[in-house]
């Protein structure tokens, strides 16, 4: 099932941005003659990635590019417990989604119950 036109890009951009800050972050942490290297091969994959999203238009695409690119989500809170990720289940990326929204929503000032 694919999400409507105006849903989905809304949604990429959400992704684009949390996943390209996730990945330059990770690039902090490659191995390189110098940080020039490590930001050069992070800028070239952040295009990669970013086209990979620009290319998703249903959920299953969106859980499907998470697991491309789980290695760019460390930690999952499960219950106070801190575990690794290495798959991301439809409730998985529906929640992560979900999350880029209240986190827009906090940062817009936005009062909700």
């Known amino acids: 099932m694919n999400i409507n036109t105006v849903n989905i890009r809304i949604i990429r951009e959400l992704v684009i941005e949390d996943m390209t800050s996730r990945l330059f972050k990770k690039s902090r942490g490659w191995p390189c003659e110098n940080d020039w290297c490590a930001h050069a091969r992070a800028f ?48 998985d990326t529906m929640n992560y989604i979900i999350g880029l929204f209240v986190y827009e929503l906090e940062g817009c000032g936005l009062d909700y119950i």
């Open 44 to 91: 070239y994959q952040s295009e990669i990635l970013i086209d990979a999203i620009n290319d998703c238009v249903s959920l299953s695409n969106i859980n499907a590019l998470c697991n491309e690119y789980v290695r760019l989500f460390d930690i999952k809170d499960n219950h106070g417990i801190q575990e690794t990720v290495s798959y991301f289940t439809m409730e």
